[in-house]
Nanobody, 122 residues
Framework: QVQLVESGGGLVQAGGSLRLSCAAS????????MGWYRQAPGKQRELVAT???????NYADSVKGRFTISRENAKNLVYLQMNSLKPEDTAVYYC????????????????WGKGTLVTVSS
């Protein structure tokens, strides 16, 4: 079983920065795509940013130029540096892993962390 644990959420003023971290654990784990999604109150979960093991990134238009995703493949870590935060960035941020190979078995499902709350005050 793959476990994803997020950290780094909190309360920040508009214009501030936060860095989220996510650690994935599992037996002989290799992950193709790691990323971040978020869900604001009353809204659907949406993609924030993803990154493949080869370094290809994808960002939501709303965060381009403000957020940066990065990974440490060998440690199965993914980060989200969030700058110039806005009140509309307030949400629970979820770590996601897709295209997982564990103990030589491929799993074609998405794995999710429990989420970390980011609150941006105006």
């Amino acid at each position: 079983q793959v476990q994803l644990v997020e950290s780094g959420g909190g309360l920040v003023q508009a214009g501030g920065s936060l860095r989220l971290s996510c650690a994935a654990s599992g037996s002989s784990l290799s992950i193709n795509v790691m990323g971040w999604y978020r869900q604001a109150p009353g809204k659907q979960r949406e993609l924030v940013a993803t990154m493949t093991s080869g370094g290809t990134t994808n960002y939501a238009d709303s965060v381009k130029g403000r957020f940066t995703i990065s990974r440490e493949n060998a440690k199965n870590l993914v980060y989200l540096q969030m700058n110039s935060l806005k009140p509309e960035d307030t949400a629970v941020y979820y770590c996601n892993a897709a295209g997982v190979t564990m103990s030589a078995n491929y799993y074609g499902i998405h794995y999710w962390g429990k989420g970390t709350l980011v609150t941006v005050s105006s």
